[in-house]
């Protein structure tokens, strides 16, 4: 019985760090969605962009792990700018098959210069001592990494709460998801919005990226591999909503660990189904407006 | 006699606002029937009840006396309820006779057949082409609709509805955006308009109306406030106090 | 009585017209001369040449739903999956091996399943149907995954045995027979396809796709007409993942991947859209260049092929074809 138990508070335990790491990088792919309206099949690439400059600034210039961390994530986040700049916003009024069209063009290109610098196999990187084996928390032993990642999560959480209910940059972001033409028509600068918007999305995937090469490893095919899981969080919470994607991606971590502890050949099946279940039924997604 | 459009008691409402509230509307055979109001009287959001683009929250819609409330916007057309668009909803890159044909063949039928020709549709062509002569738009049959002037892609957003052969027909602002040089070319289809058609007309231009309606309702906040004949509307205070009298010609 | 006589003139004009349309030009013959000289002049190349003429029934399948009635789909490989999966099971479960009917049923599991799905998914739109249509097609890979006892699962499918073509030619090693059978099976698709887009019933999708408000307007039933181009979209996917199965002899789930559906779309809008011959010219665009460039260096291609794909969009949305019409139209709009 005991071990039933410790089963299911483990299962438990690393389906929410996957489902914080899900939300980590899907967050910011639900605002560019709900904000710009734009189907960003890439948003994968730049979580595995910061991947793989975490995995360099380590091991190329030493620097240690948080720190290179978040120097990742502003390198692709600024990085990412240009991308907004010159490719993206010239098919903000196209319609989705465009914009579908272009962004697995850039998985592509993404996953091919990742092959060709860092070669097929996945990589991997040496955490800090303090983050390795366990950590006592109170209530029992838990995987230190995992705890950190979920830590972060819930700070990110706070973080982009306090954001977007208390200042005024997020409350404009939430206006112009609301209503782009009001929020222009205010004199709100949505463009600016767009660019603040999309490099805050892709720093945040870039951080999911570097937190995810010790949980779910990290190859040149992350992007593709994952996009799937990226796009159900952001459909299935709802287009532009955090509390959606926070939902939607902490039941995806669950499930799918569950699944393939419990389920290995069905699991995967179980979670399409129940993503065209949610849609079906509500296709604005569990937490988007209609 | 069973009127050929009805409504009772229709109502709408989009939260606490409501757009549409208790339009008792009747229409019979040959009716040409006007509906003006200030902007914002919910003028098109009535049409669309009408025409099944929105389902009201209360009320009916009766076509020929049977009662179309629950059906959707493609089977009310079947039933003989046909409108036109206050901005043209035109296949713009299509010649002028394939927007005809396209509605004709949807009404008789030949639209489901997929192992057909479309040019062997004689009948459908033929029909077009007749169509299109009688609005005197046969010289522009093979030009596409992007290329026509104004006035008369507006007579082709008629054209296409009486592809439906209507017993029922909605006119939203036919002479919208139209320049006055050519708003003549609008007011003879419209008067030519087959005797035994209900017509019910939207417009803003009062020259318009008073020429062509033989009945008028003045709706206002979603409600009617005064229904009769022209004259009887033109020497309306009340609707002159919240209507006419807002800006002279409107 | 001269305006009867002018009538009479009009009908005449406007059905000559019509006529025009779907009127033949000589250039549609070059894709089958290049087919059949291709049989003639590159013999060792036949099996490559089957798998593009497999590519070439699958795009065009798209064309029909995507480059006429504008439905957006990420998961257009279910249905070629499903032709596989069924002419293949067909031959591994219950040992019918007869190509054509075996293919045919292929045809008809493919059609049957788009008939369903295209019941319940064509109500929606945008985005939401694009997760729909992804989500479908992976749910049905995670299934055949799931179901190893009849697909194979992981492994694949084993123990496809398919008889002799016609009862005499049988399958050999060149790929002469696949290649010739591939080919006359793309001709009478191909020849279904223009039928389709040239009769009432394709109007009315090109009607749907240029403004649905106003086909409701018309009293159009659009969600039967979509799901009816979508199911016969769905069996012609599903006639192509039979011809792959039988000349592969295999299946895997790779026939039913988000990569497959991702690529036959990129093939079309290579090609462009809404043109039949667009599938033509990018499905063999893409798989010669796979061929010759993959062989060189894999991430070369995939990149070669990102960037490719990010100009199109860019620069050239109408697609080969379709840039070459514009180049024609400016050249004689110059000479002018």
């Not at chain 1, 389906?15 to 948003?43: C, E, K, P, Q, R």
């Not at chain 3, 064309?63 to 596989?84: C, K, N, P, R, S």
């Not at chain 3, 389709?196 to 007409?225: E, Q």
């Amino acid at each position: 019985m005991e071990q039933v138990a410790r089963a299911a508070i483990s299962i438990l335990f690393d389906g929410v760090a996957y489902g914080m790491l899900l939300f980590i990088i899907s967050v910011g792919l639900s605002i560019t969605m709900g904000l710009m309206g734009f189907a960003n099949l890439a948003h994968g690439a730049f979580a595995m962009a910061g991947g793989y400059v975490l995995v360099s600034l380590m091991l190329t210039f030493d620097l240690p792990f948080i720190p290179a961390l978040l120097l990742a994530a502003v390198a692709v986040a600024a990085v990412s700018v240009l991308f907004e700049r010159f490719l993206y916003r010239r098919l903000y009024q196209a319609d989705e098959l465009d914009q579908v069209l272009l962004s697995i063009g850039l998985v592509f290109m993404a996953t091919a210069a990742i092959t060709f610098i860092y070669g097929p196999s996945t990589v991997s990187l040496k955490v800090p001592a303090y983050l390795q084996g366990q950590i006592d928390l109170w209530i029992g032993l838990f995987p230190a990494y995992r705890s950190f990642t979920i830590a972060v999560g819930g700070l990110l959480i706070l973080a982009l709460w306090y954001g977007f209910e208390g200042t005024i940059i997020g409350v404009k972001i939430r206006a112009a998801v609301d209503n782009r033409r009001m929020a222009q028509s205010i004199g709100i600068n949505v463009d600016r919005l767009f660019v603040i918007a999309f490099a805050l999305g892709s720093g945040l995937a870039a951080l999911g990226g570097g937190l995810a090469i010790e949980i779910i490893g990290m190859s040149p095919t992350f992007s593709l591999t994952y996009l799937v899981f990226f796009l159900i969080v952001v459909a299935v919470g709802g287009l532009g909503s955090i509390r959606g994607a926070f939902v939607a991606a902490l039941f995806l971590g669950i499930v799918d660990t569950a699944g393939k502890y419990l389920w290995p050949d069905g699991g995967a099946f179980f979670i399409y189904a129940m993503t065209i279940a949610v849609l079906l039924v509500k296709p604005e997604g569990l937490f988007g407006r209609a | 006699m069973t009127a050929a459009l009805q409504t009772i008691a229709l109502g709408k409402h989009f939260g606490a606002l409501h757009v549409t509230r208790q339009v008792n509307l009747s229409l019979a055979a040959g009716a040409r029937h006007a509906l003006i109001g200030p902007n914002g009287a919910g003028k098109t959001t009535l049409i669309n009840l009408i025409t099944g683009a929105l389902s009201p929250d209360e009320g009916q819609v009766l076509l020929g006396g049977r009662d179309v409330t629950a059906l959707p916007q493609a089977r009310r057309v079947k039933q003989g309820l046909a409108r036109t668009y206050q901005i043209n909803q035109l296949f713009s890159d299509l010649s002028v006779l394939e927007n005809v044909a396209i509605s004709i063949a949807e009404r008789v039928g030949a639209a489901g057949n997929f192992w057909r020709r479309a040019s062997a549709n004689s009948h459908v062509i033929d029909e077009a082409v007749e169509l299109l002569a009688r609005l005197k738009l046969d010289a522009y049959a093979l030009t596409p609709v992007r290329e026509l002037p104004y006035g008369r892609q507006r007579l082709v957003e008629i054209a296409i509805t009486l592809g439906q052969k209507p017993t029922v027909l909605l006119l939203d602002e036919p002479a919208a955006g139209v320049p006055s040089a050519e708003s003549h070319i609008i007011l003879d289809a419209i008067a030519a308009l087959p005797e035994q058609i209900a017509v019910l007309i939207i417009e803003h231009d009062m020259d318009i109306v008073f020429r062509f309606a033989k009945f008028i309702t003045v709706l206002a906040s979603g409600g009617i406030i005064a229904q009769g004949t022209p004259e009887q509307i033109a020497g309306d205070a009340h609707v002159r106090a919240v209507y006419l009298g807002q800006g002279g010609d409107v | 009585m001269t305006e009867l006589l002018d009538n009479g003139g009009g009908s005449a004009a406007a059905r000559r017209f019509m006529a025009g349309r779907e009127a033949w030009h000589w250039a549609e013959a070059l894709p089958w001369v290049v087919a059949v000289a291709a049989f003639f002049v590159f013999p060792d190349y036949l099996a490559l040449g089957t798998q593009i003429l497999i590519a070439i029934i699958f795009a065009l399948s798209l064309d029909l739903i995507l480059g006429y009635a504008g439905i957006i789909t990420l998961g257009h490989a279910a249905y070629f999956g499903a032709g596989a999966y069924g002419t293949g099971m067909l031959s591994a479960h219950l040992g019918w091996g007869e190509p054509i009917s075996a293919m045919l049923f292929g045809g008809f599991v493919g059609g049957v399943l788009g008939f369903v799905s295209g019941w319940v998914l064509l109500r929606y739109h945008g985005l939401t149907l694009l997760m729909l249509t992804l989500a479908t097609a992976i749910m049905l890979k995670e299934g055949a995954n799931a179901a190893e006892e009849w697909t194979g699962g992981f492994d694949g499918l084993v123990g496809i045995s398919i008889w002799p073509l016609l009862g005499s030619f049988e399958y050999d090693l060149w790929g002469k027979t696949y290649y010739c059978f591939a080919l006359v099976v793309l001709l009478l698709c191909f020849l279904a396809a223009r039928r389709i887009v040239h009769s009432a019933f394709g109007r009315s999708l090109v009607g749907i796709k240029g403004n649905v408000g106003r086909m409701h307007g018309v009293g159009t039933p659009v969600h039967g007409r979509l799901v009816a181009v979508y199911t016969l979209s769905a069996a012609m996917a599903g006639l192509a993942g039979g011809l792959f199965a039988e000349s592969n002899a295999y299946v895997t789930l790779d026939v039913l991947s988000f990569a497959r559906s991702g690529t036959v779309l990129i093939m079309l809008v290579l090609g462009g859209t809404g043109r039949l011959y667009g599938a033509f010219v990018g499905a063999a665009v893409y798989m010669i260049l796979e061929d010759e460039l993959a062989k060189l260096s894999p991430e070369f291609w995939e990149f070669g092929i990102g960037l490719l794909l990010v100009i199109v969009v860019l620069f050239f949305r109408r697609g080969l074809l379709g840039s070459l019409d514009d180049l024609r139209a400016r050249s004689m709009g110059g000479g002018a």
